[in-house]
């Protein structure tokens, strides 16, 4: 695939994301637009996708020569894609679950002091989730 083709794919890519979450925050505020943004995403998720796998398909054996030397570099940088997914999503996902846990807590212990302990509890099983993230982070790092 030539650099031109790349950048199509991922500009459409780009705008399969931005275009139905633009249309759903700015659009008219009514019940089709949940459908409409749904259907927007959907049409150029898989009309991009349809232009990837008709790109793939229609390589030279030169290029299938190349890819294939090329295959273990475009793993390991896979690989660091996802630890630094694994990294942040967990995090994200723990800084939501703490932040519904803290709040609560705090209006707990506010209202009866004798729940402090359970309710720490709950609040270091939602920390717990980013430290888990954090170790298979470490661990898909320790496989490259």
Do not use: H
């Not at 695939?1 to 249309?23: H, N, W």
């Not at 994200?92 to 004798?114: H, M, N, P, Q, R």
């Not at 509890?121 to 939602?126: E, T």
């Amino acid at each position: 695939m030539t650099l031109t083709v790349k950048l199509l794919l991922v500009a459409t890519l780009i705008l399969s994301i931005i275009l139905p979450f633009g249309y759903y925050l700015i659009g008219e505020k009514n019940k089709g637009r949940y459908k409409t943004a749904l259907g927007v995403n959907a049409f150029f998720f898989f009309g991009a996708f349809a232009v990837a796998m008709i790109m793939l398909f229609t390589g030279s054996p030169v290029q299938a020569a190349d890819a294939a030397s090329t295959a273990a570099s475009s793993a390991t940088g896979l690989g660091y894609i996802a630890a630094a997914l694994v990294t942040g999503l967990s995090c994200i996902g723990g800084g939501i679950a703490v932040a519904s846990a803290a709040s609560a807590a705090l209006g707990a212990i506010s209202e009866d002091a004798s729940v402090l302990g359970k309710s720490l509890i709950f609040v270091g099983l939602a920390e717990g989730v980013c430290l888990y993230g954090l170790i298979i982070s470490f661990m898909i790092l320790g496989q490259l």
